[in-house]
């Protein structure tokens, strides 16, 4: 539970360096009883409940839009927290076996079994890395900068590595044991936000004023907007504030509206795609908006995306992007390529499809690339988008869904990681918050309140310097395999003589 609550929007992120510590007092004292793997497993799996229930808790607090059967948000948040646990079990269970083949302490195996199990649950069609330990640090600014150097796998293993320190002060030990864990535990903690501060104060300052953009935060309510009958008032307002924004001064370079910002066929609609055309020829500021799109594939049937493009003041619309990482049941039912009946469920999902590649929008301020909503938690999408030429980030979303709870802040967090992993600043704009601009370090440099219509508009920060992680990828997932790899080939017999000697 006190993981859990280090996930929830309180300055509480400190409760994830001791979070693991109860579970690794019980799992060492099951392995010194000769505990089997199926009772590592319950343990662990106990752990995992109770962290998700706290920290999924808003399943059941979405609004009535994102789900046809409102009664199915209770068992689907006892679901979806019964399901993340069993990644809990498969921790407890690697950790305690690598322990007993390689002899090493509990506090060497734990975190890159931990790390590597958190991997393999942010991978696939089912991939989640939503409530990475990582995750929990992004109001730490200074020892965010690890991201830089290796994702946001990391911070996890940095916040892993305190636990377990945490917990061998904590440990019967050897004369001297604790006194070197209490050392180790603030030699990790000062060193990481020593470097991080050293980094922040040796960031390049904009040598020449940026652009300017402006988000547009429209706070259209979900029953609205998919109805169908408030198309023409729901593109009224985004047009009335975009209207604003542009006759500001300095002027935006560009305009930036959410997610399917107007719950319409924005491009295909011929009234209200001339609508957005004329106020960009009018006002003379490209519109890069979020809309619902579609096509016809090379078998004739109809495909559509949830999708994102600009329409020029010149009267053309730019390369459309398409999705590339749909919401496993919110977007599309997983798994229909093995199952095709699985699409003809109807849980009130969208039934997208996918996308395929990076699409880079020119602008003032260089090329960007845009990710759609859920796509912002995953570091891989950023880091290809940027090693493919996006010198800034724009994250368009609509989290109307997930109402004031846990949720709207919780992937807006994970949004910032993004930038420090790459070096880029990022532009978030959402349909009723959290709406966002981001520099390069992770600074939230200006924000709109939510669920208010509203305009952020500021300039763009510049971008940082290229990155380690943007460089090399996620080494330290490698690292944490390969670790246990060598744990887990070690001879038993180097584990009783390891034993003897002790």
């Known amino acids: 539970m006190l993981l859990g609550v ?33 009772a590592l497993f319950g343990l662990g799996y106990v752990f995992g409940l109770a962290f998700y229930l706290v920290g999924v808790h808003w399943i059941a607090l979405l609004s009535p ?71 929990s640090q992004h ?34 030990a050897a004369p001297g044991g604790r006194l070197r864990a209490a050392l180790g535990l603030t030699l990790a903690l000062a060193l990481p936000w020593a470097w991080g501060m050293q980094v922040l104060r040796a960031a390049p300052q904009a040598e020449t004023p940026r652009p300017v953009v402006a988000l547009v935060q429209g706070n259209i309510p979900g029953e609205i907007k998919w109805s169908g009958r408030h198309q023409r008032a729901v593109l009224g307002r985004f047009l009335t504030l975009s209207d604003s924004a542009a006759s500001a001064e300095p002027k935006p370079a560009l305009l930036i509206w959410p997610e399917t ?67 496993p ?9 093995l199952v ?44 290809s988008d940027v090693r493919a030429g996006a010198r800034w980030l724009v994250n368009i979303t609509n989290d109307e869904w997930f109402g004031n709870s846990a949720a709207l802040y919780q992937h807006a967090a994970m949004a910032v990681f993004r930038t420090v992993e790459n070096g880029v600043p990022m532009a978030r704009c959402a349909n009723t918050g959290l709406t966002l601009l981001i520099d390069s370090y992770g600074r939230v440099v200006g924000r709109l309140p939510v669920f208010r219509p509203a305009v952020l508009e500021d300039r763009l920060p510049p971008p940082g ?22 744990a887990l080939l070690r001879p038993r017999g180097a584990h009783r003589a390891s034993g003897a000697a002790r």
């Open 465 to 486: 310097r290229p990155t380690f992680y943007g460089r090399f990828g996620d080494w330290p997932g490698v690292l944490a395999a390969l670790g246990l790899l060598i």
């Open 139 to 172: 109001a730490y600014v200074a020892p965010l900068q690890l991201a830089g150097l290796g994702s946001v796998s990391l911070v996890t293993l940095w916040v892993l590595i305190l636990n377990a320190l945490a917990w061998r002060t904590l440990a019967p």
């Open 261 to 327: 910002a107007t719950g319409s066929y924005l491009r295909r609609q011929i009234d209200q795609s001339l609508a957005v055309v004329d106020l960009a020829a009018r006002t003379g500021v490209p519109v890069f908006a979020g809309f619902a799109d579609a096509e016809w594939d090379s078998a004739g049937r109809e495909r559509h995306y949830n999708a994102a493009g600009t329409f020029l003041p010149t009267g053309r619309i730019g390369e459309v992007y398409a999705k590339r990482h749909l919401v």
């Open 340 to 383: 095709p009946a699985l699409g003809r469920m109807d849980f009130g999902q969208a039934e997208w499809a996918s996308g395929s590649r990076t699409v880079l929008v020119p602008s003032a301020a260089g090329p960007f690339s845009c990710l759609i909503c859920f796509e912002a938690i995953f570091p891989d999408l950023a880091r």
């Open 6 to 38: 280090a996930f929830l929007p309180v300055p509480l992120g400190f409760l994830a360096w001791i979070g693991y510590v109860p579970l690794l007092i019980a799992l060492d004292r099951r392995l010194a009883a000769g505990a089997s793997l199926r």
């Open 65 to 135: 839009v994102a789900i046809t059967a409102p009664w199915l948000k209770w068992p689907a948040w006892l679901l979806a927290a019964g399901y993340l646990a069993l990644y809990g079990g498969a921790t407890a269970v690697l950790a305690g076996w690598a322990t007993r083949r390689s002899g090493w302490s509990l506090a060497a195996t734990f975190p890159p079994a931990a790390l590597l199990v958190e991997e393999l649950r942010a991978s696939g069609e089912l991939g989640f890395p939503w409530f990475q330990p990582g995750y």
């Open 329 to 337: 049941f919110g977007e599309r039912i997983p798994f229909q390529r």
